[in-house]
């Protein structure tokens, strides 16, 4: 098969093709690339076997990330918690595989990374597992009131109906008002895991290229946030991206209330899937939080190309950022996010 190179921001059958595939997700749209590209540079791309003016029949979407910290990488796909190679069949995928590898050894890439939510058929020899995660989906085709005697009746039921009992304000949309007071209680959510915030400038992009596809819910008491959430759609599939909370209220319910909120609407507009997203195997709290609501639960792999050094590992420099992170005033942490995260997608 002859592999093309295309960029499926700019080529027209790129979302054509997108909304045919059961197996496309947010990620792989034009939205969510273009949002990429205008906060860190990236520029992304597509092979497919399809020739110019021909329909497209499949698809692996790609960024390069060219970075003076952390190497030069192609990674399918930035900040995307899966982005399931679009083949039919392992043939198409071997194919479309083969042809980033090239792209890797011209560019001199020091790896590839791949992040599939299944590979069409066993792993290639020279693919080697560097990362796997817990992800959660939840089927919406019950009826609601299935699915709320399916959630936890004491972590979940009951903190819904404390919020509720609480009469919690709760507003939704993508104003740059509720934008801000999100990003507030991110940057206290990431202060909490000692870790820097997301760059201001990705959520802007991400609101202005998505549009009324993201949708930020915020539950606020007495005028004070007290949590919130983000989250994303595509065709029939609501997707849950980013969640945020005050500590000091964490017993008032607000997160299960917007999750509860963001279900309802889900099922009111008719979609049949929420993706919880992934999780960290070690972080057992957000793993209960997903599985309390009913959610299947399963594994995610990322795959390299070639493998990283068995014996390797960055744990310390982690625990040692951590702590430097840990005692930077906020103004400091939101310039190290938007200083690091573009290096490291």
């Not at 058929?121 to 560097?130: E, Q, R, V």
């Not at 992800?135 to 936890?152: G, T």
Request: aromatic content about 8%.
């Amino acid at each position: 098969m002859t592999v093309s190179q295309i960029d499926p921001i700019e080529d027209p059958r790129w979302p054509v093709f997108l909304e045919r595939h059961p197996r496309a997700t947010v990620f792989h749209t034009p939205a969510w690339l273009e949002a990429l590209r205008r906060t860190y540079g990236y520029e992304p791309r597509a092979l497919t076997t399809a020739a110019p003016g021909e329909d497209l029949s499949n698809g692996l979407v790609f960024c390069r990330i060219d970075s003076w910290l952390t190497g030069r990488r192609i990674v399918s796909l930035p900040f995307s918690d899966h982005c399931q190679t679009l083949a039919e069949s392992e043939t198409e995928f071997a194919c479309l595989l083969a042809a980033l590898k090239r792209d890797a050894g011209v560019s001199k890439a020091r790896h590839l990374e791949i992040r599939p939510i299944a590979l069409p058929g066993s792993a290639p020899l020279d693919l080697a597992k560097t990362a796997t995660f817990c992800l959660h989906r939840l089927d919406l085709r019950p009826c609601v009131e299935e699915l709320f005697r399916h959630f936890h009746k004491d972590c979940t039921q009951r903190k819904i109906r404390r919020a509720e009992r609480e009469a919690l304000d709760c507003e939704e949309g993508r104003t740059e008002s509720l934008a801000d007071r999100f990003y507030h209680l991110l940057l206290l959510t990431r202060r909490r895991q000692q870790l820097p915030p997301q760059p201001r400038a990705w959520f802007r992009n991400l609101a202005a290229s998505m549009g009324d596809r993201l949708k930020i819910r915020l539950a606020s008491r007495n005028g004070q946030p007290v949590a919130s959430i983000l989250t994303l759609q595509h065709k029939s599939t609501l997707v849950y991206k980013y969640g945020c909370s005050d500590k000091n209220f964490a017993n008032l319910g607000g997160m299960q209330l917007l999750f509860w909120k963001a279900i309802q609407d889900a099922k009111r507009d008719g979609l049949s899937e929420f993706d919880l997203g992934r999780s960290d195997w070690d972080n057992q709290g957000l793993i209960d939080f997903k599985s309390r609501w009913g959610a299947a639960q399963s594994s995610l792999t990322y795959w390299r190309c070639p493998a990283p050094p068995i014996a390797k590992t960055h744990g310390w420099t982690m625990q040692i950022a951590k702590q430097v992170f840990a005692h930077l005033p906020d103004s400091c942490l939101t310039a190290a996010g938007n200083l690091l995260y573009k290096h490291v997608g």
